[in-house]
């Protein structure tokens, strides 16, 4: 089983950063891909960011602000966000998705933590 703990979210005024970790514990071996996934209210869950291995994907929308990174030894994951928007306010979820011996996808999801970004 894998359990997924969010941190480093807030209240930021616009233009500001914040930086979101994602730890993880458990069995987290094997192929994977890792996702940060906002949803703010009345909207359905939108993907962010991704990294699987050393390569990233990023929404359109926060290309150039944010920044996705990992460091496998402490089983962490980061989401780095700069020049925030209050669009950007949401509730952030990390998802890690592990690829088993038998190659089946498993999807894992944290609790999620609040990012408001006042304008």
């Known amino acids: 089983q894998v359990q997924l703990v969010e941190s480093g979210g807030g209240l930021v005024q616009a233009g500001g950063s914040l930086t979101l970790s994602c730890a993880a514990s458990?069995?987290?071996?094997?192929?994977?891909?890792i996702g940060w996934y906002r949803q703010a209210p009345g909207k359905q869950r939108e993907l962010v960011a991704s990294?699987?291995?050393?390569?990233?994907n990023y929404d359109d929308s926060v290309k150039g602000r944010f920044t996705i990174s990992r460091d496998n030894a402490k089983k962490m994951v980061y989401l780095q966000m700069n020049s925030l928007e209050p669009e950007d306010t949401a509730v952030y979820y990390c998802?890690?998705?592990?690829?088993?011996?038998?190659?089946?996808?498993?999807?894992?999801w944290g609790q999620g933590t609040q990012v408001t970004v006042s304008s």
């Open positions: 998802n890690w998705v592990i690829i088993d011996v038998f190659n089946r996808p498993n999807s894992y």
């Open positions: 990294i699987s291995g050393s390569s990233t």
């Open positions: 458990g069995n987290i071996f094997g192929r994977n891909v």
